[in-house]
């Protein structure tokens, strides 16, 4: 999937696939590589939480919102997951366990 304007799914900003590149639980961010040469995109882990997750393994797909920030890219919102790309050997997604 290509970066487009769909801007009806979460306020702004393209909708584009990747695929994580790295994500540091102890630092509590990673980077999603981009599609169609689009460079990548910084991923914060409180949007990975809104997602319900805190930890993705490298090679995971994802479809996410992205939009500018301070002229690189950030993910603004995690959409799609599929951890049946993750490249083999690593660990499995952690999800994130709500406070109760």
């Given at each position: 999937?290509?970066?487009?304007?769909?801007?009806?799914?979460?306020?702004?900003g393209s909708i584009?696939?990747?695929?994580v590149a790295w994500f540091d639980q102890t630092k509590q961010f990673g980077f999603v590589a981009?599609?169609?040469?689009?460079?990548?995109?910084f991923l914060h882990m409180t949007v990975l939480k809104e997602a319900g997750y805190v930890w993705l393994p490298r090679g995971t797909t994802v479809r996410v919102r992205v939009e500018p920030n301070r002229g690189k890219q950030?993910?603004?919102e995690v959409l799609e997951i599929d951890t049946s790309t993750a490249r083999?050997?690593?660990?499995?997604?952690?999800?994130?366990?709500?406070?109760?």
């Open positions: 999937m290509s970066i487009s304007g769909d801007a009806a799914l979460g306020g702004g584009v696939t990747g695929t981009l599609e169609g040469g689009h460079g990548d995109a950030r993910v603004a083999p050997g690593e660990n499995e997604a952690i999800l994130h366990k709500p406070n109760t």
